[in-house]
């Protein structure tokens, strides 16, 4: 009989034996694999963490004990031993299981993540909490080598370090970041610290010296700092940690059960902040994860060989339609869709690096999923990887403008939140020609509530000397990331995770900075868009000109400058006028076209009572996982909900078109 179905709860693990808890291993990696075959997700990450999971949750009694989730994506095997199984299929679909840890799923969850390196100062809260208030629960987090290099762990490691307090922290090592000297006496020396003898010899000792009439205190120094030598030499991985104070124990194999357990429980034992450096290998298990630890990382995933389940992937078309769950021939019109913004981006930014050799660019640990890993293959020397550290990132491009360079820093726009002081304080201050790329900017999907670039605009939109663009299509950002390099001050440049439309390429000259476009006029009506939500905007107009409306539609290309003469032109003497972003509508493009017609209508009596509707993302709540393509429909910011939105302003308003108010006289 499987075993994983049989369980109720990580408390039941105690009572399986090691050759049951292996076959658990097993079974916990199928279900993973067979599960994210059809629902896309972290794939890599959860598989190489199973026997880590497994072990963590047989020594402890979570829900008490508390196990924090750094990141989050490598919690799949946490969420099948905490009573998700029967919902595991939903994984990251609309209305199911999330991909990251989440409070409102399962009690066993600490807190909702998404972002790395927020885990060690969780973790410290927690331990903190539970000092203050009395009480024993043992907190545990786990984070990954890349995270834990992220500027927020290093503060928390710090701080951690000088309190002192009881803590865990179990460091995932999959050798995508640190790589340590393994030796025999670096295992040797863990076992040694991890002993009772040690831990009570060592105070002992330094009790006894200290007892010794005038030269105690020095003789206490003098041992201490040989014993640390020891450490460094025997332990060259672990010199940060025990420099800060923590101790460390490590390397312990990965995916072996029986050291895993054995670490932990001695560990778990020890006083003070310890850290156990585990190697684990991403995809283990699972010999295309691997041998493509990158690829197979998520959360789109390369196609999936898997007996008994096809591999298929959520399809979105680029007005925002589609279904979530695609026939056959939908799968394969997906693998012959355009290529998406960030591949454009990427191939336009090669070819302006090629005719300036003043053009770097730099990414925060993502050099694929910002498509500059082509960057960094045809100029490395131009080309930094700064790690998971948004905020370096951004004030390096800042250093390398004031050094004479031309950078180009791409970033996902839920990750550049973290770097906001930093764009603030550094880039615009000293009015930089720093290019931004905002990459999956908008609804980005099943990934959810930490992920979706949604509040990066309205942030942006305050700040001085920033230029703010977005393109209506991948043409279009072609000669919007021209402009940006063409012009000499902050340049922040919005675009989706979406492919793009396919079209013929067009030649990428630069446009003026501030200048919109209009795609049509018309007399009643006025539509101005942000993005390439504008084809969706003018599909919408152009339904509605079948009932005889006459709208005129603006392509905004740019929220900030605004085209202010352009847009007030227009919307002199309208009947309504609506805006459209995949922004959170509050205090965005919206806003800001709101704004400019009211200021106006002070002195314009044709713009005075002009009614304005801004549509975009409901402010005031965050948007849950599912498929692009469902988010948008159930937020009504696909073509059919878009229009929809706009009838209802029209009936809300009184307003009819010419044809409807023909039909109400003849009746």
């Not at 750094?70 to 919902?87: E, F, I, S, W």
Request: with cysteine.
């Amino acid at each position: 009989m499987p075993i994983l179905p049989s369980l109720s709860g990580p408390r039941d693990l105690r009572t399986l034996d090691d050759e049951q808890l292996e076959t658990l291993c097993h079974e916990i990696r199928r279900t993973i694999v067979e599960t994210v075959a059809v629902t896309g997700g972290h794939l890599g990450s959860s598989l190489g963490v199973v026997e880590l999971t497994v072990a963590l949750h047989r020594l402890l009694d979570s829900p008490y004990d508390r196990i924090v989730w750094d990141t989050g994506h490598q919690a799949y095997p946490h969420k099948l031993l905490t009573g998700r199984l029967d919902r595991f299929p939903t994984l990251r679909q609309l209305g199911g299981l999330g991909g990251f840890p989440r409070r409102v799923e399962s009690e066993h969850d600490v807190m909702d993540g998404g972002h790395a390196g927020t885990g060690l100062s969780i973790a410290q809260g927690l331990a903190a909490a539970r000092d203050l208030r009395g009480t024993h629960e043992r907190i545990v987090v786990v984070v990954g080598d890349a995270a834990l290099m992220s500027g927020l762990a290093l503060e928390a490691l710090n701080d951690i370090g000088q309190r002192q307090m009881n803590l865990l922290i179990v460091l995932n090592d999959n050798e995508m970041s640190i790589s340590p000297t393994v030796g025999a006496l670096s295992n040797y020396l863990s076992a040694i610290k991890l002993s009772q003898a040690w831990q009570t010899t060592k105070a002992g000792y330094d009790a006894f010296l200290e007892r010794l009439p005038i030269i105690g205190s020095t003789a206490v120094e003098l041992s201490r700092r040989a014993r640390k030598s020891v450490v460094n030499f025997a332990q060259q991985p672990g010199h940060l940690f025990e420099d800060l104070g923590i101790t460390y124990i490590g390397v312990v194999p990965g995916h072996d059960l029986n050291a895993l357990t054995s670490t932990f429980r001695r560990a778990l034992r020890l006083e003070g902040p310890v850290i156990v450096h585990v190697r684990t290998q991403k995809g283990h298990g699972y010999e295309p994860a691997e041998a493509d630890q990158v690829g197979f990382h998520g959360a789109a995933l390369p196609p999936m060989d898997v007996p008994g389940v096809t591999s298929r992937a959520p399809v979105a078309s680029p007005n925002g339609d589609g279904d979530a769950t695609p026939s056959v021939a939908q799968a394969a019109a997906a693998a012959r869709k355009p290529p998406t913004y960030t591949t454009v981006m990427a191939q336009e930014l090669l070819a302006i690096a090629t005719e300036d050799p003043r053009v770097v660019a730099i990414t925060a640990g993502m050099p694929t999923g910002t498509g500059l890993n082509h960057f960094q293959a045809a100029y490395p020397e131009r080309f930094f990887d700064v790690g998971i550290a948004e905020p370096h990132a951004v004030t390096l491009a800042t250093g390398l403008a004031l050094g004479g360079l031309r950078p180009f820093v791409a970033i996902y726009s839920t990750f550049l939140q973290r770097a906001f002081d930093q764009t603030v304080h550094d880039v615009c201050q000293n009015d930089q020609p720093v290019v931004i790329g905002v990459d999956r900017a908008g609804l980005v999907g099943e990934d959810g509530t930490s992920h979706q670039g949604m509040f990066t605009l309205p942030a942006q939109r305050q700040l001085p000397n920033l230029v703010i663009a977005s393109p209506k299509d991948e043409q279009e950002l072609r000669r919007l990331l021209r402009t940006a390099f063409a012009q000499g001050h902050p340049f922040a440049l919005h675009y989706p995770r979406d492919p793009g439309f396919d079209l013929p390429p067009v030649t990428p000259d630069p446009i003026p900075v501030g200048e919109g476009e209009l795609l049509q006029d018309g007399r009643e009506l006025l539509f101005v868009g942000f993005g390439p939500i504008v084809m969706r905007a003018l599909a919408v107009a152009q339904n509605l000109a079948a009932e005889d409306w006459s709208i005129a539609v603006i392509n905004a290309r740019f929220a900030r400058p605004l085209d202010e003469a352009l847009i007030l032109r227009h919307a002199r003497g309208k009947r309504l006028v609506v805006t459209f972003e995949e922004s959170v509508d509050a205090g965005g493009f919206g806003s800001a076209v709101l704004e400019t017609i009211a200021r106006a209508g002070l002195g314009d009596p044709a713009l005075r009572g002009v009614p304005v509707r801004i549509i975009g993302i409901p402010a005031g709540r965050f948007v849950d996982h599912g498929s692009v393509a469902d988010l948008r429909r159930v937020l009504r910011l696909d073509v059919a909900g878009l229009e929809s939105q706009v009838r209802e302003t029209l009936a809300e308003l009184g307003l009819a078109s010419a044809r409807e108010v023909v039909g109400a006289r003849s009746a």
